[in-house]
């Protein structure tokens, strides 16, 4: 279907870049633009731009922030020597919620993965071995996803990092809290049998 | 478990089928290019994803239409109904498929539960073909009875896919973190391991199974052995990283990895050590392939405890009256076999208690002969 308007194809082609937007979604959300108020719309556009101009990364762990540094580099009653390694900057969120965890984070942006042309000189993790060679770090998390990707990571973290003394830990395969053994796949069952802890 | 109910729509030549098993012996009778086989495509589809002649999804669509549809329903088994479907709109393929109404979304969750066997006239070529089609043959096996197998292949392919990027882009000379290499060693080597270890003990039971087989079935006194040919000597995670890491200047020459279950093979040999494909003639490598199928049957039975379905496509007019009478006699298992022949006198259905025979002419007609 064609838009009556190039200036809402332009709209629509935009939105449907946006993930987990697909055309016909694109189209229904121009269309809404279409009849927002103009003060509405105004506030969205600017909303926008600011998301862009005002957050930045980082300069310690890579992470969200609005100045040099995020608000949990910056917060001096944070364990120090902890660093919980993540791939995104979403992932720093997700751990937050579950309040488990007081150290500081490190964010990858991104995994190892030849076959999307990423080596391990595209991430950030420079400033990773930086922080280490600083000193005052006993333990390095590393809570990536256990895929191939996830995986190959980790191993050349453990790697890069152990040598220096440092304890580096990878968070546990295993079954979801709460859940029912019979319903779960067995390649996560015969994994957290292999990844089982003494009691 | 045996195949009760098959339904299709748009697929192939069928417009709109529906056509009920016998628990013991089916016979699908008609002349060559009426759609015998198709039928059995459909049932290969719903228990495996795929057509075992591998014939792309949308060319099983029926000609002018734009989806198919085919349900398996099964009896004496935990899941009971097998239904894919698949549309094809604006050049774009979408393939659904479930178990008892649940969709599924990933293959282990859906490979080796509708057990089934095909016996095809191209089966030979796992004997004289290429290795490739040994290892398809020998990994569809074992992801029937493992599912663990079936997921440590797709890791291992996509840590090869991995490897291998990684080599070409040193082979264009790129300055690379060779640690990274390392890392991928590692990875190959511990899933290689798994696979290398599972094959191996796949082969030590298929041979016992291939001996029983050839030796019921063939004239000859002695049946050859299956042999693993792995291009690793050692199934240890250590002792692949030491070969990686002894060939992998000339892995970043060539751009791949030179070892790994990727180059596995298996060769059938006597036991003067000759290779069979250099002594055996055609009618004997036949025998052979149907062997191996045989031993398949078993090899699941062996490891599900379930009596997998049997489709025979075609093969009889390939065999003399004597090894037809052969294999007959060892098909007969208490497995379900439904066969897809020219001409029903070429097969003795006594000595099954319960048969249907179906004449298929042109245009997908099915009549039931009583």
């Not at chain 1, 600011?50 to 009653?77: L, T």
């Not at chain 2, 897809?340 to 042109?362: C, E, I, L, P, R």
């Amino acid at each position: 279907m064609k838009n009556p308007s190039r200036y809402l194809d332009a709209l629509t082609k935009e939105l449907s870049r946006l993930p987990g937007i697909g055309p016909k979604s694109a189209s229904r959300l121009a269309f809404h633009v279409l009849s927002m108020d103009g003060t509405e719309v105004e506030r969205l556009a600017r909303t926008l731009i600011e998301v862009k101009s005002h957050i930045f990364r980082c300069g310690v762990c890579g992470g969200i922030s609005e100045g040099d540094i995020c608000p949990i580099c910056g917060d001096e009653m944070r364990e120090r020597d902890v660093i919980c390694v993540v791939r995104d900057p979403k992932d720093v969120l997700t751990i937050e919620a579950t309040g488990g965890f007081h150290g500081r984070y490190h964010v990858l942006h991104g995994l190892i993965s030849p076959l999307d042309g990423i080596g391990p000189d595209d991430l950030n993790i420079g400033s990773l071995v930086g922080r280490c060679r600083d000193g005052g770090i006993r333990e390095i998390i590393l809570a990536l996803n256990p895929t191939v990707e996830g995986d190959a990571t980790s191993l050349y973290l453990a790697r890069l990092l152990s040598p220096g003394g440092i304890t580096v830990t990878r968070i546990a395969h295993g079954l979801p809290v709460g859940s029912d053994l019979e319903f779960s796949d067995s390649a996560t069952i015969a994994r957290s049998i292999e990844c089982r802890i003494r009691l | 478990m045996y195949l009760k109910k098959l339904t299709l729509k748009n697929f192939r030549n069928y417009g709109d089928l529906s056509i009920e098993f016998s628990p013991e012996i089916t016979f699908i009778v008609g002349n060559n290019g009426v759609g015998k086989s198709n039928i059995i495509e459909a049932i290969s589809l719903t228990s495996t994803m795929r057509s075992f002649r591998n014939i792309p999804d949308i060319e099983m669509i029926q000609w002018g239409f734009e989806s198919y549809y085919c349900s398996s329903e099964i009896e004496d088994s935990q899941d009971r109904l097998f239904e894919v479907g698949c549309s094809c709109q604006g050049g774009k393929l979408r393939k659904r498929i479930k178990i008892d109404g649940i969709e599924i979304r990933s293959i282990s969750e859906f490979y080796g539960k509708f057990l089934t066997v095909v016996f095809a006239p191209f089966d030979i070529n796992i004997i004289n073909g290429m290795p490739e089609l040994r290892r398809r043959f020998t990994d569809s096996v074992i992801s029937k009875t493992n599912s663990h197998y079936l997921s440590d292949l797709s890791e291992f392919r996509k840590v090869l896919l991995s490897r291998n990027r990684f080599l070409k882009l040193l082979k264009e000379k790129k300055n690379l973190d060779m640690s990274e290499l390392d890392v991928w060693d590692h990875m190959f080597a511990s899933v290689s391991s798994r696979i290398i270890k599972a094959r191996k003990k796949f082969f030590v039971e298929l041979n016992d199974l291939f001996k029983n087989s050839y030796k019921g079935i063939s004239d000859d006194l002695e049946a050859p052995d299956i042999h693993y040919a792995s291009s690793i000597d050692s199934d240890e995670p250590d002792y692949i990283i030491r070969k990686l890491s002894e060939i992998r200047n000339k892995d970043s020459i060539i751009g791949s990895t030179g070892i790994g279950p990727q180059r596995d093979d298996f060769i059938i040999k006597n036991h003067r050590n000759i290779n069979f494909v250099n002594y055996a003639s055609q009618g004997q490598r036949r025998m052979a392939a149907i062997c191996l199928k045989i031993s398949e049957c078993d090899f699941i039975e062996s490891k599900t405890g379930t009596k997998a379905v049997i489709m025979v496509d075609d093969i009889f007019s390939e065999l003399d009256s004597q090894r037809r009478k052969n294999m007959i006699k060892v098909l007969k298992r208490g497995n379900q076999i439904i066969f897809t022949m020219v001409h029903q006198n070429n097969a003795d259905s006594s000595g099954f208690n319960a048969s249907k025979t179906y004449h298929v002419s042109n245009g997908g007609i099915l009549d039931e002969l009583v």
